[in-house]
């Protein structure tokens, strides 16, 4: 993996989505999370487990977005090559 | 005296502790016997979907704390139709039932009032 | 005309805090009574005693207390609020054992009825958000 | 003048825009200035002019819209029934 | 792997601060080393002494003083976000003259220096925002 | 060891006091002999707009800080070309000269990094 994205609320979209890379992977976080209603493309999606259980979303996940504990947070971060924060 | 106080909500619930902090002074503009109205609009229509768990995040569900509005007398809860059909919302998802307003509605339901705040 | 506010925003370089600071003066300017100005989530660090304002910067906090000590406009600080933010006045030092007050005594630490007392009681409320 | 909205981000327009009556006014403060570089329509619009002046908008206020001191905030607040703020 | 991270956002109810802690608590437990938790912009209100938590709400002040004192990561506060938002530490009470320091003793008040050598110290920088 | 470290910079200059800091930590990384690049993308493209006068705001003015960069030894300033044709701003609206990129070059920045931070 490239860069891991991390994107905290839906407006960041607008910003991280035509910088995606093929080999690059998306987390869904916090807010971010509302995102993960709908099918995305560009790169491998997850959202946060938490933040989706939360804002009651487990049910409404699209089926292409795996959900995320923290640990596979960590993991996302050790296997990509820099990770870049999308917020506003 | 009491007035006609709207309070407008449009805020997710978990992104910031606005939308706890909002419906706490909600809550005691009932206790207080103001004409107290809401209105659910934009992101703040997330507030009211169903099976939040606020636990998740070590803090409290803003779904619940909602269904307490009724027993401190605020009964008058207005959601904007357009904000729900553009997020995919509708009744069967709220944990609370909401009177569906369209902007038309929403402009008079705002001109009815002595305050309005969010 | 009878004016209340509430203030949504932190006053560090933030844009709500210094809007309404400006509006008040304004309308003290103009003839009206400030009735209350009503601190609400971030609103409250607005109280916060030893911010160090860069000297470049305009210290809001400052132009807070003048407007209380010098016009009397009451300044309001949400308990709750304040509270998990760590705003504590004297009485508050005291029942949770702290070492210091945190919020200057031009504030006044009080509860949400006074929010709802202030739009009652005036002709204009006006909300400066975050 | 039946309601003052006030819009103090971009963003926010999107709430405000559809309740407007025609016998409101807006007044766009902080960074809703932003928002006066083009015709807006629904209401009568103002631009508040130390935030227009910060960010070196003078000259990119659209002729529509007109800009307004701290005291004409405060007149349109008198003049108004009701205030309405709009964030994010 | 040595990981560093930045907080950006307050800790009270707020979203970015406690995505931070639980994702320094994970790496730990996953035997990564976490160098510093740069705490930048209204995150350096992590370090504010006495905020009192509602009951029902996580404490992350108190996370954060934990990850500091069990497992020795390094809490840094950036000076000047921290000064202009009344987080003092001993030090700077003393050279403000001020009643009490704001800042917990677990969280180091540092320069921006140390935010860049946490970047360049480190394998990863992950950045929180508010 | 120098790094490449990349700021991302979409804040918008007076909202909050985030684009002041920011620039604060990039000046001190010039100053430490990092590899720095800036990228002005999306509202962040209004903190180069030329006539500010953060003064109006009793602060200071983000747009004179920028200029300011080239003296810390940053001089990788990049702006985002499609942010500024959708917000209407063009090198004669801007403070500052930077060198512009489409979305492509903007994916080769970000992947020449080490640190991508905001």
Not at chain 1, 24 to 36: M, R
Not at chain 3, 88 to 100: I, V
Request: glycine share 8%; net charge negative.
């Amino acid at each position: 993996m490239a860069t891991l994205h991390l994107v905290n609320k839906p407006a960041a979209w607008e910003g991280c989505h035509p910088l995606l890379d093929p080999k690059d992977a998306v987390l869904l976080i916090e807010d971010g999370t509302y995102l993960a209603q709908q099918a995305l493309n560009g790169a491998a999606f997850h959202a946060l487990e938490p933040d989706v259980r939360a804002r009651g979303l487990s049910r409404r996940v699209h089926p292409s977005i795996r959900t995320a504990s923290f640990d596979d947070f960590v993991r996302l971060v050790e296997s990509c090559e820099r990770v870049v924060t999308w917020s506003a | 005296m009491a007035k006609r106080i709207l309070f407008l909500l449009n805020r997710t619930p978990y992104g910031a502790s606005h939308a706890l902090e909002a419906i706490e002074a909600i809550l005691v503009a009932g206790v207080l016997d103001q004409k107290v109205s809401v209105l659910f609009t934009g992101a703040g229509l997330y507030q009211l979907l169903s099976d939040q768990d606020g636990g998740a995040l070590g803090g409290r569900t803003v779904g619940k704390m909602l269904g307490a509005l009724p027993e401190y007398g605020v009964t008058d809860l207005f959601a904007c139709r357009p904000s729900a059909e553009r997020l995919g919302l509708g009744d069967a998802n709220l944990c609370l039932p909401v009177a569906w307003l369209d902007h038309a509605e929403q402009r008079r339901l705002i001109n009815r009032q002595d305050i309005v705040t969010s | 005309m009878v004016i209340s506010i509430a203030v949504h925003g932190a006053p560090y370089a933030g844009a709500g805090s210094r809007t309404a600071l400006r509006f008040v003066e304004s309308a003290l300017r103009l003839g009206h009574r400030v009735h209350r100005v009503f601190f609400y989530h971030d609103g409250v660090l607005a109280a916060a005693e030893p911010g160090v304002a860069p000297q470049d910067e305009e210290d809001l906090h400052a132009g807070w207390v003048r407007l209380g000590e010098t016009h009397g406009v009451e300044l309001a600080v949400c308990i709750a609020n304040a509270l998990k933010r760590g705003m504590l006045d004297e009485t508050e030092r005291d029942r949770y054992e702290r070492k210091a007050a945190t919020a200057h005594p031009a504030f006044a630490i009080v509860g949400l009825g006074q929010l709802i007392e202030a739009m009652t009681a005036s002709d204009r409320f006006v909300t400066f958000a975050a």
